[in-house]
Structure formats: C-alpha cells, structure tokens
C-alpha cells in the first residue's frame, strides 16, 4: 500500500462549486503540506501543518482553506472553485526531526479540472 | 530574482553519456538540497539530498554542493531513455523547513 495517498486522483467540476481533495499517510510523518502545479512551472506551496493544531498559508493560499483532522490525514477545499485553480494538486509529508535537513516524500497527485 | 532557478531546457543527450543538470539559490542561509525526478503527470520522486560542500554519490546519479558560490548540480552517468523526465532542484530555505522548488529541467536521453 502506498505510503500517501490522495483522493480524487482525477476530477472535472465546474466554476463555482466546493470541492474537497484528501490526503492520508501511513508513514506517521507529523508535517503535511498541499502543492499544486501548473504546466511547466515548478511546485508552489499553497499550505502547510507541522501538527495538528499548527496550520499556516503558503505562498498561494488565496482562495483554498484546510483541515488536518488528525495527524495522518490533511485536507485541501476549494470554497468556490474558479477556472485559473485547474491544475495537479500533490500532498507531501516529512517527518520534521530537524528543520534544516527535513526531507518531503509526495503522494500520487490530484488532477483537478475546473470548467 | 527567483529562489531557486533552473535552466528549463530541454536538456538531450544520447544514451550512455553524462547529463548534468544544474541549479543556482538565492539565500545563502540555506542548509539542505534536495534532486527530484519528476516523469510526465507522476508524482515527484526524492533521488538525492546533500547538505555539505563537496559530492555525494549514489549509483549512477552524484550530486555537488558549492555553498559559495550558490550553486547544486546533478550528474547522470550512463544515461538511460528512462532516465528522461523533469528534474526539480529543491532548497529548503534558512530554518523555516519549507522546500522551494524552481522550475524544472527536462531531460531527454535519446537512443
């Protein structure tokens, strides 16, 4: 079984509608964080938890909120879903021992598609 | 100035030649560095990560660190067709424990 797993892997939806992306992990890493990508660029940090009650935005948290509703589990909405956010969505986790050398392993990816 | 950037390329070299892969840091407080290999709609994969001044081998892929000069590389021996996807350069940036990525590196590795 994978260590992190995201569900949708793949959803259509149209603009205006609330969607939800989930993230698990079985690796009992404490930190969790969502990324998305767009085409040709690279990662982008949208937000990040180093335990359940720490939660703090990333460089692009406007219009996404989250929920980590317990260690292994960091949920991504998006209130109203608009056009520009179709991109893949990856959730990752580390084990935050040490800050300086901690390292990310990523889940399968979320293709959201917004019409 | 971007954080972290890489030359997006396309990078292509024949098969069984040494690809390099290069990427230059802004912040000069950054400790850790990190090589992800990225195949097309897949996830990225950790390949390396260095933190000190020097090489870092592991099989075919080594990977340098030149604090002074900002700079990280990733070498590929014996480059193989399945070698060919995006290599994402990663920083950790000062203490925070965030990762910055720059933009990628596509490599193609033709037969």
């Known amino acids: 079984d994978a260590d992190v797993t995201q569900t949708p892997r793949n959803r259509i939806t149209k603009t205006g509608k609330r969607i939800m992306l989930e993230c698990s992990q079985t690796?009992?890493?404490?930190?969790m964080y969502w990324y998305r990508q767009d085409p040709g660029l690279g990662l982008q940090l949208i937000y990040y938890s180093f335990d359940v009650k720490d939660i703090n935005k990333g460089e692009i948290s406007d219009g996404y909120s989250v929920s980590r509703q317990a260690q292994a589990k960091f949920s991504l909405s998006l209130e109203s879903a608009i056009p520009n956010q179709t991109a893949l969505y990856f959730c990752a986790t580390s084990p935050g021992a040490f800050l300086s050398t901690d390292t990310q392993y990523f889940g399968p990816g979320t293709r959201l598609t917004v019409l | 100035q971007k954080e972290v950037e890489q030359n997006s390329g396309p990078l292509s070299v024949p098969e069984g030649a040494i690809a390099s892969l290069n990427c230059t840091y802004s912040d000069r407080g950054s400790q850790s560095f990190f090589w992800y290999r990225q195949y097309s709609g897949k996830s990225p994969e950790l390949i390396m990560s260095i933190y000190s001044n020097g090489d870092k081998e592991d099989g075919r892929f080594t990977a340098q660190l030149n604090k002074a000069s900002q700079y990280v590389s990733l070498l590929i021996r014996d480059s193989q067709p399945s070698d060919s996807a995006t290599y994402l350069c990663?920083?950790?940036?000062?203490?925070?424990?965030?990762?910055?990525f720059g933009q990628g590196t596509t490599l193609q590795v033709k037969p």
């Open positions: 690796k009992g890493h404490d930190r």
């Open positions: 990663a920083v950790i940036a000062g203490n925070t424990g965030k990762l910055i």
